[in-house]
RNA sequence: GAGGGUGUAGCUCAGUCGGUUAGAGCGCCAGGUUGUGGCCCUGGAGGCCGGGGGUUCGAUCCCCCUCACUCUCCCCA
């Protein structure tokens, strides 16, 4: 018989149990931290209808998608009337839409689903990868607070998540459009190339972006560029910033709009008490999608800012635009779970040292199966969770592979135990062993694994 | 879509200027220790050297093709 090879196609992330649990770790931290803002969850579906989604092809994630059809259709050489989401903001606008009169505007949502983009996979570049947004949609008007309480989020989240120093960059695109208006550059097809070149500041660096930017398709002279790149090197406190941006002597009205509506969101940063040294305004951040209208944001971590944004979002001025009349201003931000989480392991932030088994209850000796699977019992009911051994050799065998699986305690209950009416408790961490009247070890052991974790 | 790199044990990799039984470390299994993990020692299992063709007395090694994987650019999370 043939053996066909088990594996998985490339792009996908699959764990072992040590680091699924530690994905869901950090996963629960996010969501936590969402609904402590006062946002609520959805889902939607993985497949969308193909007129849904690609309500106008151009973009570059709609070339990646993944179509899907049923046996039955395919047969009958049917084009794909579904297809899989490539993001969590398309399926979002037309949720939005479809439920307007239902829902309670602003509308605060999460949503951490995985999404599917058939491109070639590399390093941190998945086909099937998890995205953690959180959007607020207002009806008609959205309050400029919001665009302060985003990265307010993000700051709680990676405190908490503990991955080192990190940075919200923050920039508008109205200041960034207003630059390029005074400066000539004039809007549409042409603000956006640049707004890509600038884009990419930060990885290529200055000389290199200057030099693209003075070729011919730019149209952009040597100076000219020179003196774009000089005013988007900026960056700093947000006051700072903002200072040397009214002090420039290039004026427009979008640029003062954009400084304007920036001011404030500075202002409900202080507010809302995030710290000045975990965000800044940096005007070279411009964010590849063109849907944005305002502020934007990038997260990055101080010390490995090779690592690209972990975090990125922003504005838009509407929504759901191809589904509804209605106007639905939005701000959002999406978290890459998979690309973050990738990471964080490569770096060896995360361990995946601990199981979801708190206690190993051993197996001494096989007529006393029934004891042991009996204390077993007591033990969940304490509300411990607990896998009973029914064959796992020697005692010395089950210690290391408890051991092994990250599990903190072992129980045993052998013929002397039994005669005492006591259990051993052993505690593979400290090494500890103590010797515990069964009607006790529940409660016991609970205070335990209170301490320790 | 464009351009690089790599395929040898479960994993990370040596190796052979072309030569007869292809190696290491880690992991795995068993034993040393008949009721106690981590350390140590001993032993063991496990490879059509990615696939096909060519050159050669002889190919894991050289050549061609092919497949797979991987990285960079593009774009993004």
Redesign the pocket.
Known sequence: MDIVKA?T???VMELLPGDQIAYNRVRDTIRATFERFGFLPIETPVMELVSVLLTKSGG??EKQVYFTQSTGARAQGKDPDLALRF?L?VPLARYVAEHEPDLAFPFRRYQMQRVY?G?????????E?E?CDIDVIGRNDLDLRFDAEIPAVIDQLFTQLDFGPFTIHMNHRKILRGLFAALGIEAGERQTTVL?EV??LD??GRDAVLATLSEDEYGLGGPLADKLLTILNTRGPGAEVLATLRGLDVSHALLDEGIAEMAVVVEALKALGVPADHWCLNLSIA????YYTGTVYETLLDDHPEL??????GRYENLAGHYTKSKLPGVGI???L??LFSKMQELEIVSSSDSTVQCLVAR??PELDHETIALGAELRAAGINTQVVFDG?????Q??????AGIPF?A??????LTRGSV?V????????QDIPRAEVGARLLAQLGETS
Do not use: H, W
């Open positions: 594996r196609m490339p792009g570059e994630t993001d903001t983009r491109e070639r996979a590399q390093k941190g570049r998945y086909r990868f995205q890509r884009d990419k990885k290529r964010r590849g999608l063109d690209g944004s972990i975090c990125s979002g999406s978290i890459g998979t690309r001494m000796d050799g020697k005692l010395g065998k210690m290391k592979a408890a051991d092994k072992v045993i209950l052998g013929p002397d135990e051993q052993k505690n593979l961490r400290s090494g500890e062993q």
